[in-house]
């Protein structure tokens, strides 16, 4: 694992998957859902980071299913994805604990 932060799709990706398998089409609605519409995958961009996530072992191919004659591949979070997304998680968190010391906003302790 690498101490530099995911890229934010990737990261999105892993998040929607975090609470159950999807197919394609499926986690780019969830990302579009968790970003309140903000980020909308395109197809490309989708496939791309998917298929590096499964080269990276964050993610698998849970199974193969045919739907209206298409194959449709529901991805899941592996254990790996899931250690790296809380990391990411944790990695988050720090920064903007930091960003709200420094402004001054930070909550009292």
Do not use: C, W
Not at 35 to 53: H, K, N
Request: hydrophobic residues 45%; proline residues 3%.
């Amino acid at each position: 694992m690498t101490d530099r932060g995911m890229q934010e799709l990737a990261l999105l990706l892993l998040t929607a998957l975090a609470n159950g398998s999807r197919h394609g089409y499926a986690i780019a609605q969830e990302v579009k859902a968790i970003t309140d519409g903000r980020v909308a995958p395109r197809t490309g961009a989708l496939y791309g980071a998917l298929d590096r996530l499964l080269a990276e072992g964050l993610i698998q191919v849970e199974r193969e299913e045919v739907v209206g004659g298409r194959a449709r591949r529901i991805f899941a979070l592996t254990p790996t994805g899931r250690e790296r997304l809380e990391a990411e998680a944790e990695r988050l968190a720090a920064t903007a604990r930091e960003v709200r010391r420094r402004l001054g906003t930070a909550p009292a302790t």
